[in-house]
């Protein structure tokens, strides 16, 4: 069993930043593909973001391609998302998700683990 805990979510002004972060127990974390998913009131889960097992990938979604940023720290058992330039319509609760090595796994949605999520509000 792998738990997943996200944190980092908040209130903040549109143009402002956040930084989410989740934290994972359980199965060794650098085996683990690890991304980041979101949904807003009425409307389905959307993929965000995911990084490979080894670091050496990642995907972004278009919606937030070049203002929001994956990365991961093994040695905290962390993988982190840094999101810039929010707007209103980044408004959602963004949930942590894990997947044994498989990334592809990740983009789909079809993940072995899956966080408590952390809710993300943007005011204009």
């Known amino acids: 069993q792998v738990q997943l805990v996200e944190s980092g979510g908040g209130l903040v002004e549109a143009g402002g930043s956040l930084r989410l972060a989740c934290a994972a127990s359980?199965?060794?974390?650098?085996?683990?593909?690890m991304g980041w998913f979101r949904q807003a009131p009425g409307k389905e889960r959307d993929f965000v973001a995911a990084v490979s097992w080894s670091a050496g990938r990642t995907y972004v979604a278009d919606s937030v391609k070049g203002r929001f940023t994956i990365s991961r720290d093994n040695a905290k058992n962390t993988v982190y998302l840094q999101m810039n330039s929010l707007k209103p319509e980044d408004t959602a609760v963004y949930y942590c998700?894990?997947?044994?090595?498989?990334?592809?796994?990740?983009?789909?949605?079809?993940?072995?683990?899956w966080g408590q999520g952390t809710q993300v509000t943007v005011s204009s």
């Open positions: 998700a894990a997947d044994w090595r498989n990334i592809d796994a990740i983009v789909r949605g079809t993940c072995d683990y």
């Open positions: 359980g199965r060794t974390f650098s085996s683990y593909a």
